[in-house]
């Protein structure tokens, strides 16, 4: 099953109404996110028939290469096309931090995802890419299980500084928590 199944749940079944694409290419994203790769790729495919400068499908086309036997450098190939063919879109950037990810690169697939969500902020893909990221990633604390209640807490707090403006809110409230604490001990 696909590590992007979940978004059916996570968006309620409306995931391919925010996307920018086709119609078509939205039922070949469908259809991949239902679990069936091999077809998924038989529609990209099809779809790259008919527009070969159709970004989006290849990029749909390079997760599913991913996806389904795990040939990484034909879909980084494919991936990176699609980036070629239109480099403000976020949907080659998207895939090639997918194929990353489950390549196990995990720094170089968190470079393309944050590209991708500087180009589109709210595109439901890149919630799949985060949550492989997030899981992929080793805790914050090697030595203690993933499941510790000190690595889920830190492993929390480093998901939700991802942004410049959530660091710079922590960083903040630390050098408050800090003044406070010397405050009262001096």
């Given at each position: 099953?696909?590590?992007?199944?979940?978004?059916?749940?996570?968006?309620?079944?409306?995931?391919?109404?925010?996307?920018?694409?086709?119609?078509?290419?939205?039922a070949a994203?469908?259809?991949?996110?239902?679990?069936?790769?091999?077809?998924?790729?038989v529609?990209?495919?099809?779809?790259?028939?008919?527009?070969?400068?159709?970004?989006?499908a290849?990029?749909?086309?390079?997760?599913?290469?991913?996806?389904?036997?795990?040939?990484?450098?034909?879909?980084?190939?494919?991936?990176?096309?699609?980036?070629?063919?239109?480099?403000?879109?976020?949907?080659?950037?998207?895939?090639?931090?997918?194929?990353?990810?489950?390549?196990?690169?995990?720094?170089?697939?968190?470079?393309?995802?944050?590209?991708?969500?500087?180009?589109?902020?709210?595109?439901?893909?890149?919630a799949?890419?985060?949550?492989?990221?997030?899981?992929?990633?080793?805790?914050?604390?090697?030595?203690?299980?993933?499941?510790?209640?000190?690595?889920?807490?830190?492993?929390?707090?480093?998901?939700?500084?991802?942004?410049?403006?959530?660091?710079?809110?922590?960083?903040?409230?630390?050098?408050?928590?800090?003044?406070?604490?010397?405050?009262?001990?001096?």
């Amino acid at each position: 099953m696909s590590e992007l199944s979940h978004l059916l749940e996570f968006r309620a079944g409306g995931f391919t109404t925010d996307m920018f694409a086709s119609p078509a290419v939205q039922a070949a994203y469908r259809v991949m996110l239902e679990g069936d790769i091999p077809e998924a790729e038989v529609r990209f495919r099809r779809i790259i028939d008919e527009n070969p400068r159709d970004h989006e499908a290849l990029a749909g086309l390079a997760v599913c290469t991913a996806e389904d036997g795990g040939r990484f450098m034909t879909a980084e190939k494919l991936a990176q096309q699609s980036v070629k063919l239109a480099p403000k879109s976020a949907a080659g950037y998207i895939a090639l931090g997918y194929i990353h990810l489950r390549g196990s690169r995990l720094e170089e697939g968190y470079r393309y995802l944050m590209k991708a969500k500087h180009l589109a902020p709210r595109d439901p893909r890149l919630a799949a890419g985060f949550a492989i990221y997030d899981r992929e990633r080793p805790p914050v604390i090697a030595d203690l299980s993933r499941l510790h209640p000190v690595n889920r807490a830190l492993g929390g707090l480093r998901t939700g500084l991802r942004s410049p403006t959530h660091r710079a809110v922590g960083l903040g409230c630390l050098a408050v928590t800090i003044y406070m604490a010397s405050s009262l001990m001096g």
